[in-house]
């Protein structure tokens, strides 16, 4: 069986980018080597990546189309790629119609309905490529409760083509520290001890709800600070500290108290679980769809959208010391091991293959 992965791009990054790279290193620690690498498809391939060794490459170029054909473009493209790779089996982690596993972080629909946000012509193009891709994969591969509902509710997909997969962590990278080196990490953080850090992962603001954690928490005389790792935020405040683009993130989760997140829409969030697995709680909506993953003494939930609510639940965490001590492995509810994830996709790919 040759194996086939299709996404945006093969680099660092975030969402399916960064999970389509998981992939290919499990797949490579599953003897999927030499002559049995994947074939990867992706409009942009970093070659200095060691994940880019671990893979046959095959970029679809798409620069030079406008921006609203390039989706449609890049899946019309692959069918032809992926028949001169002589691929039997595709895992499409972006919007292509010739995946037979299609993987499910996130539905545009879903997304246009959770944010109010008015439906565009290029919205309405997006969603009639998810459902041909829906339509035509043999298996979906939801990555939480919440993507299977919207798919089943909005999209009229039948349950039994659904598969509910919660996505990998890298345990290897994503653990604990014991308590002096958290405190160097705080030191290095320049986090002061008194201070209560509310880490804040995010590279789009709005959309991770700065503006609601703001007004949750203007005025308060706690010592909490809102520590940004990602982008720079467009203006800081008396609670709001920027700390830079973090490459190693596990560390900036070792060092804060907490993780906070006020998303609008967020199918998975695939930081909370990264969090739990370093030691840190979260503060989250009950909206996220790893909070269903994590178990309940490991996050804090507030009602989606409502600032009050949000200020209530982060007093309650940060003034309860209990609520502030690191927490266990064990409050990940599934296993989320690379390996485990990589072999229950191969069941799926291997039952494909000899169905035909």
């Known amino acids: 069986m040759r194996l086939g992965i299709s996404a945006n791009a093969l680099r660092l990054s975030g969402g399916l980018e960064r999970y389509a790279m998981d992939l290919v290193r499990g797949l490579a620690e599953a003897g999927f080597t030499g002559s049995r690498k994947p074939a990867f498809f ?34 019309w493209a692959l069918r032809r790629a992926r028949r001169k790779a002589q691929v039997d089996v595709l895992i499409g982690c972006n919007r292509v119609e010739s995946s037979e596993i299609a993987i499910c972080g996130g539905t545009h629909i879903g997304f246009l309905k959770a944010t109010g946000r008015r439906e565009k012509q290029s919205d309405r193009r997006q969603v009639a490529l998810e459902k041909r891709q829906y339509r035509d994969a043999r298996v979906i591969v939801a990555h939480s409760k919440l993507m299977r509902d919207e798919l089943r509710t909005l999209y009229g997909i039948d349950d039994r083509k659904i598969r509910v997969l919660y996505p990998p ?39 991770k709800g700065l503006p609601l954690i703001e007004k949750a928490l203007a005025g308060t005389t706690l010592p909490v600070v809102v520590a940004v790792a990602g982008r720079a935020p467009d203006k800081l405040s008396a609670c709001v500290r920027y700390i830079g683009y973090a490459k190693n993130i596990e560390d900036c989760y070792r060092a804060a108290d907490f993780t906070i997140l006020a998303s609008t829409y967020e199918p998975f969030g695939l930081v909370g679980v990264e969090s739990v697995m370093c030691g840190t709680p979260v503060i989250f909506p009950q909206s996220i769809g790893c909070c269903d993953a994590i178990a309940d003494y490991a996050k804090h939930i507030f009602r989606p959208g409502d600032a009050a609510d949000l200020r209530r639940v982060v007093e309650q965490a940060v003034q309860t010391p209990r609520s502030r001590e690191p927490v266990s492995r064990e409050a990940i509810l599934y296993d989320a091991d690379v390996s485990v994830h990589v072999a229950e996709l191969l069941a799926l790919a291997n039952d494909i293959h000899a169905s035909r």
């Open 42 to 75: 992706a409009r942009k391939i970093d070659a200095s990546l060691p994940e880019a060794q671990l893979v046959e490459a095959h970029r679809i170029k798409v620069g030079l189309l406008p921006g609203k054909f390039r989706d449609a473009w890049f899946s």
């Open 169 to 207: 962590v890298d345990s290897r990278r994503f653990s604990p520290v014991d308590a002096p080196t958290r405190a160097q990490l705080r030191k290095q953080f320049n986090f002061a001890d008194d201070e209560i850090v509310l880490l804040f992962p995010s590279s789009s603001h709005v959309r």
